[in-house]
């Protein structure tokens, strides 16, 4: 709300012409009722507390992905496949489903030991094209190299698991 302010209130300073205004606003109680305040808080209360409960579903694909490979867990890697997956596990290459992935991935973790992971390298988006991230894979058989291939849609078109 705008109110204009007389003519000899343009000579004092800002402050000063602040402070009459602000004693002589018809509103002055409006402005710092208990109910506005109140109503103010809650709103930005709410805004925060819904920011804070949505800020695990902004985590980028590349941070799921090195979360479920830090556990070992094919189940958590698998809602990341896209429809085909080009997999390869020490030379053996193939497309596959994201069922046939999982097991392949869950028999592969399961023979290994997966003790962690550590995400190297992250390429960065260029123009909504696809990306890629390298890291290693430390499990109870020695280390991979692990390469995962990203879509434009964050989807895991391709993982590669190389000694």
Do not use: W
């Not at 090195?66 to 890697?77: R, Y």
């Not at 992935?101 to 094209?129: P, R, W």
């Amino acid at each position: 709300m705008y109110y204009l302010l007389p003519s000899h209130y343009q000579s004092l300073s800002y402050l000063t012409c602040f402070r009459r205004f602000q004693t002589n606003c018809p509103n002055r109680n409006l402005l710092y009722s208990p109910g506005v305040l109140r109503s103010t808080m809650r709103t930005i209360s709410g805004i925060l507390f819904l920011l804070l409960c949505l800020a695990p579903q902004f985590a980028s694909a590349q941070d799921r992905c090195s979360a479920a490979l830090q556990k070992g867990s094919a189940e958590d890697l698998s809602s990341q496949f896209a429809k085909s997956v080009d997999l390869l596990i020490l030379g053996d290459e193939s497309t596959v489903t994201p069922q046939q992935a999982t097991t392949m991935l869950a028999d592969f973790f399961a023979k290994s030991g997966v003790k962690g992971y550590k995400q190297n390298h992250v390429s960065a988006a260029q123009n909504g094209k696809s990306t890629y991230s390298i890291g290693d894979l430390y499990t109870n058989n020695g280390t991979y190299r692990i390469t995962t291939f990203f879509d434009a849609a964050k989807m895991i078109t391709e993982l590669r698991i190389e000694k």
